[in-house]
């Protein structure tokens, strides 16, 4: 009997063998089907814009070197050998990769990004491009092409602003001025290059995978067809191979509650003394331990009922101050109080109601409370749910020009797609926001500066919150003048 049992397991196992390559390696799903991957085109894309990032790094160590060659020319007043070839060459290269970037890239969205990408760029040749032959006497008409395109008007040599050149035309020496204008321009063009830079890496970032391998009508009709024809195999394979392991297990099985039963019961010893106590010991010790635990959990829950009757207290004091119309809370009304407060009810601060908080001023040692919480809540919290209703503006270029010249006058604003800022109106008031993901550096700080107050900057912070928004007001269609700076704050 054992013999033939062995023999018939041997069949059974080499008919096994037989089948389970053919199911391993024939098998595929229904409706599954060669196709050309996606990878190496995503790749491709990953690589344009790295290479994208790549020239942009470039360009700015390029213009910075640039940068610092002709500040200590003009201190040192030497000029000669100084020119702007090797920034051009470096521009030359970021166009190239801003094309290679964008033949895969056709969304509405990043046009309107390589549009920004492409003014800057050409803002910056503007200046860099006459410099080529350098910047002494030999190329002084060119020099007096940038003065002219950065606005350096002779009539301020009077004001100490302009002070070069001293010859007739009034133009074509370079010093102190026209460096220092130079400077500011470039730090301000190449960081609206980087914003818009950076703006294409967040559209990559929010881009949902897109599955562009689907079979067209023919091809699902021939897979159809294929996956009808051959189906039959696999499942007339994987029932024998089913049948056959059954066999075995069967087998198997009863050989193995055959000999078990044969085994003769072994009795579980009795636990000692030893063990007993070793028990015991551990029980008591863990016993302890929760008795600590809820003692410690009762502590925390008084400590925690203490600070929520002390946070009513404080809303209860700014609720009556705030009705009452007094015009400031002094610093002792914020002073931490054990005392239980009389108010046993939470007190919700009225955050739908701006007016409520009107009434309500600070010393300079308390916390100044925006007029807008709600809004600046919404905007450090989510953003993107406050783009429907903004209207996106920028700093016109004349009024960045009158700013770079004479330093006090009031930024003007205008409605331009794909600007640095929000404007939204709430309760008949213009406030300007930063825009959603506007990333604040050392090429655009300067700008953003004049706007709000940037609380705690520091060039390796990038993150910030709203602390009040800056308030402007219409001065004609589409243009706005800045009335009051907003304030953020980097942490």
């Known amino acids: 009997m054992n013999i033939v049992k062995g023999n018939y397991i041997k069949v059974l196992l080499a008919l096994l063998v037989a089948i389970a390559p053919v199911l391993v390696l024939d098998y595929r799903p229904s409706g599954a089907q060669s196709s050309p991957s996606s990878t190496p085109a995503v790749n491709q894309t990953n690589n344009a814009f790295n290479q994208l990032k790549k020239s942009r790094d470039e360009l700015k160590a390029s213009l910075d070197k640039f940068k610092e060659a002709i500040k200590k020319a003009v201190k040192d007043k030497k000029l000669n050998g100084i020119d702007s070839q090797e920034v051009t060459a470096k521009i030359a290269a970021l166009k190239t990769a801003k094309t290679d970037f964008f033949k895969s890239e056709t969304s509405a969205q990043s046009k309107e990004t390589a549009t920004q990408i492409d003014e800057a760029i050409a803002a910056i040749s503007q200046v860099i491009d006459p410099l080529n032959q350098g910047l002494t006497k030999t190329n002084e008409d060119k020099i007096a092409q940038v003065q002219r395109y950065l606005k350096l008007d002779k009539k301020d040599q009077t004001k100490g602003k302009f002070s070069e050149p001293p010859n007739k035309k009034g133009y074509g020496d370079f010093g102190d001025a026209t ?39 023919a091809s699902k009709e021939k897979t159809a067809s294929d ?11 994987a029932a024998l191979f089913g049948a056959i392991l059954g066999s075995i297990a069967s087998i198997f099985g009863a050989e193995f509650f055959r000999r078990r039963s044969q085994i003769p019961t072994q009795q579980t010893p009795p636990k000692t003394q030893e063990s007993q106590s070793t028990e015991s010991s551990q029980i008591k ?3 302890a331990r929760i008795d600590s635990l809820t003692t410690n959990g009762k502590t925390d829950s008084g400590r925690i009922e203490n600070l929520e009757n002390q946070i009513r207290r404080l809303q209860g004091e700014v609720i009556a101050l705030s009705h009452s119309g ?12 054990p005392t239980p407060s009389p108010y046993q009810n939470p007190i919700s601060l009225p955050f739908d109601d701006p007016q409520a908080y009107s009434a309500v001023s600070y010393e300079t040692n308390t916390p100044q409370a925006s007029q807008t919480p709600q809004l600046v809540d919404i905007y450090n919290h989510n953003p993107r749910s406050l783009s429907g209703k903004a209207i996106e503006v920028g700093e016109t270029e004349e009024s960045i020009n009158n700013r770079r010249l004479s330093g006090n006058q009031l930024a003007i604003l205008e409605n331009k797609r794909g600007g640095s800022y929000w404007i939204i109106k709430e309760d008949s008031i213009d406030y300007m926001l930063p825009k959603q993901n506007l990333k604040i550096n050392e090429y655009n700080y300067s700008t ?16 910030y919150k709203l602390v009040k928004p800056a308030r402007v007001q219409m001065v004609s269609g589409g243009t706005w003048q800045l009335q009051e700076r907003g304030i953020i704050e980097f942490y």
């Open 285 to 287: 010790y863990l016993n």
């Open 179 to 217: 460096q220092g204008a130079i400077d500011t321009f470039l730090t301000d063009e190449f960081g609206k290059l980087d914003n818009a830079i950076n703006q294409l890496e967040n559209l990559s970032a929010e881009k949902p995978t897109v599955n562009s391998d689907k079979p067209t009508g």
């Open 227 to 237: 996956n009808n024809s051959s189906n039959w195999f696999p499942l007339f394979a």
């Open 326 to 337: 007094s015009s400031n809370v002094t610093s002792t009304s914020w002073e931490i109080n």
């Open 448 to 463: 953003v500066e004049v706007l709000f107050e940037c609380r705690n900057y520091d060039a390796n912070y990038s993150d």
